[in-house]
């Protein structure tokens, strides 16, 4: 089993819709989970991190963390065209003294004009 | 101008050649790292380094190496390469608490 989970897609939705993208993980562990955007032929970039269980929300974007239930989402309001793009999940978690990350192997959305 | 710059940008070689990849930043982050990229397997870690002294291997380090020339340049070295190191390399630096900072990537094609 993987430690981390993440349907690779894609999703395509229409222009306005609310987008759900999530990750299941197994390591009760990770203390940190991060959500990135990576575009086509780019580098990730960070979207949104957080350290608790809850949500935290930048603009249209919302991260929850269930660590209870090992689950973690990002949801998209209002979602654009130029949201198009691979959206990876992260985790990191303190080892030997050092934070090692997992990544999910991302979700390809598609947001239809 | 882009803060972490890989070099070059798409490469292809034969097997067995050497090549290196090279990395470098301007955000003054101390740790920098090498992933790669492959479909369905995400990003897996190849090396890490806090400073110029300090290198790591990570999960997939065999059939690679690297070199922390100074505090903004990481280079990626792959000595004899194989087909199955056809992938797509990211550097990668760390800034506060978990905010990495990735390049643009190296696309390499190894026949």
């Known amino acids: 089993q993987k430690e981390v989970e993440q349907d690779p897609g894609p999703l395509s939705v229409p222009e306005g819709a609310i987008v759900s993208l999530n990750c299941t993980y197994s390591n009760s562990a990770f203390q940190y989970f991060m959500w990135y955007r990576q575009y086509s032929r780019k580098g990730p970039e960070l979207l949104m991190y957080t350290y608790s269980s809850g949500n935290k929300e930048d603009g249209r974007f919302t991260a929850q963390v269930d660590k209870s239930s090992k689950y973690i989402s990002l949801f998209i309001r209002d979602s654009q065209p130029s949201d198009s793009a691979t959206y990876l999940c992260?985790?990191?978690?303190?080892?030997?003294?050092?934070?090692?990350?997992?990544f999910g192997t991302g979700t390809r959305l598609k947001v239809l004009a | 101008d882009a803060d972490v710059t890989q070099t070059p940008r798409n490469r292809i070689t034969k097997t067995g050649k050497r090549i290196m990849l090279e990395c470098s930043q301007t955000?003054?982050?101390?740790?920098m790292y090498w992933y790669r990229q492959d479909p369905g397997l995400g990003l897996r870690l190849i090396y890490y380094?806090?400073?110029?002294?300090?290198?790591n291997k990570g999960e997939i380090s065999d059939g690679y190496s690297v070199s922390r020339q100074a505090q903004a340049k990481f280079s990626l070295s792959l000595e004899s390469a194989i087909p199955n190191q056809t992938a797509l390399y990211f550097c990668?630096?760390?800034?506060?608490?978990?905010?990495?900072?990735f390049g643009p990537g190296t696309r390499l094609l190894v026949l």
């Open positions: 992260a985790m990191s978690v303190l080892t030997s003294g050092t934070y090692k990350y997992i």
């Open positions: 955000k003054g982050h101390d740790r």
């Open positions: 380094s806090f400073d110029v002294k300090d290198i």
């Open positions: 990668a630096t760390r800034g506060r608490q978990e905010t990495q900072y």
